[in-house]
C-alpha cells in the first residue's frame, strides 16, 4: 500500500513538472524580475562613476530589477556588441548612455524590431526616426553652456576676454553643446576670442597633458572654459606647474562643468569660479520613466534633470559635505 501511495505521488509530480515545462521554458513564478539592459559608456570621470552608481542603486532586485550593466569603455562599437547581446537574451527594456551622438540607426533599427523598448539616458543620439527610441532622459548641455556664456558676460562687461577651451570628447553632446554655446558667445562679443581649443577627452590625465602641450607655446588667455571637472583638476596641476595663477584675484578665471564636490571645493577655497551642474543621479528618473512605460502612460520624449550653477556666494561646506559624489 505504501509503495502504492509513493508511486501515486511519483506520477503526480512527474505530471506538475510536465506542465510547467511544456514550451520549454521555466516555471513562471510570482518574483520574475524586470530585466534591464544597460549599456553605459565608459568609467572616464567622477560624474560617470556616480552616474553608474545611481543606477546600480535604483535597480535592485529588491525592488523587482535585474540590471544587466555592460561597461563600453568609450568605445562605441562595444556599445553595439552590448545592445545587440541585450537583443539575443531578450531583456525587457535597453537602456543606453551613448558615447557619441551619430552612428546609432543601424543598432537602434535592429531593438526596434526586435520590440524591445529603448531609453536613452543622459547624452542624446542623432537618429533618422525618432521612434527608434522611446525618450531621451539627461542634461541639457546647450543651456549649460548658455548658462556658462551668461555668467561670463555678467562678470567681465567690457574686458578683452582671450577664452582657452578645453573641450571634452568629440562627437558626444556634451562636448557637441557645450563647444556650440561657447562658439555663438564668442561670435556674439567683438571683445571675446578663442585662445586655443584643445581636447582632453573628459579624463583628468588628457586635461593635464593637453593643457601642459598648450601652456608650452601659449600663456597668453584669462580663461579657461573646461567642459568637465576632471579635465579642470588636470588643468589646474598643470597651471600651477607653470605658475600661472587662477581664481579670486588670479590671471585666469576657469569655468568647470559637472559640479562634483572635489570641484565645489576648489570653487568654495576660490580656486575655481563657476560650477556648471551636470547632475549623474539619473537613475530615479530613468525608474519612473520605465513605470509609466509599465503602466502604459504617455511619456515625455525628453526630459530634462534640474541643474545649477555654484560660485563662491552659493556654496557652504556643510552642502559640499553632503554631496554624494
Ligand atoms: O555626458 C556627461 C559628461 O560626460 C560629464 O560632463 C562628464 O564628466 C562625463 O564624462
Not at 117 to 142: A, C
Not at 246 to 260: K, L, M, N, W
Not at 290 to 305: C, L
Request: net charge negative.
Amino acid at each position: 500500500m505504501k509503495r502504492f501511495f509513493s508511486i501515486l505521488l511519483l506520477a503526480a509530480y512527474v505530471i506538475f513538472l510536465a506542465g510547467c515545462f511544456r514550451d520549454g521554458s521555466a516555471p513562471e513564478t510570482d518574483t520574475e524580475l524586470f530585466v534591464i539592459g544597460f549599456s553605459q559608456s565608459g568609467s572616464e570621470s567622477d560624474w560617470r562613476l556616480a552616474n553608474t552608481d545611481s543606477m546600480i542603486e535604483t535597480f535592485t532586485e529588491d525592488k523587482g530589477y535585474d540590471l544587466q550593466m555592460e561597461n563600453a569603455k568609450q568605445q562605441q562599437e562595444n556599445q553595439f556588441a552590448a545592445v545587440r547581446s541585450f537583443i539575443l537574451e531578450g531583456v525587457d527594456i535597453i537602456v543606453i548612455a551613448p558615447t557619441m551622438e551619430e552612428g546609432w540607426d543601424t543598432v537602434l533599427k535592429e531593438v526596434y524590431d526586435a520590440g524591445i523598448p529603448v531609453i536613452i539616458m543622459d547624452r542624446s543620439v542623432n537618429v533618422w526616426n525618432d521612434d527608434l527610441y522611446l525618450t531621451n532622459v539627461g542634461s541639457d548641455f546647450l543651456g549649460q553652456g548658455n548658462r556658462a556664456v551668461e555668467w561670463l558676460e555678467g562678470q567681465t562687461e567690457g574686458e578683452e576676454l582671450k577664452i582657452l577651451h578645453l573641450q571634452g570628447t568629440y562627437g558626444t553632446t556634451a562636448q557637441l553643446l557645450r563647444s556650440q554655446a561657447l562658439e555663438d558667445g564668442v561670435s556674439a562679443h567683438d571683445n571675446w576670442e578663442l585662445a586655443g581649443q584643445i581636447c582632453g577627452d573628459f579624463t583628468e590625465a588628457k586635461g593635464y597633458e593637453a593643457m601642459t602641450e598648450f601652456l608650452s607655446e601659449n600663456t597668453d588667455f584669462n580663461v579657461l572654459y573646461s567642459e568637465n571637472d576632471n579635465m579642470t583638476f588636470g588643468a589646474i596641476r598643470a597651471l600651477d606647474e607653470a605658475g600661472i595663477t587662477y581664481g579670486e584675484g588670479g590671471q585666469v578665471r576657469i569655468i568647470t562643468f559637472d559640479a562634483t564636490s572635489a570641484a565645489l571645493q576648489l570653487c568654495f577655497d576660490g580656486k575655481v569660479d563657476l560650477c556648471v551642474e551636470c547632475n549623474p543621479l539619473q537613475g530615479p528618473s530613468v525608474e519612473e520613466l520605465i513605470r509609466q512605460y509599465r503602466a502604459g502612460e504617455d511619456i515625455p520624449k525628453q526630459v530634462y534633470i534640474e541643474e545649477a550653477l555654484f560660485t563662491k556666494d552659493d556654496l557652504t561646506q556643510e552642502l559640499i559635505d553632503g554631496r554624494t559624489y
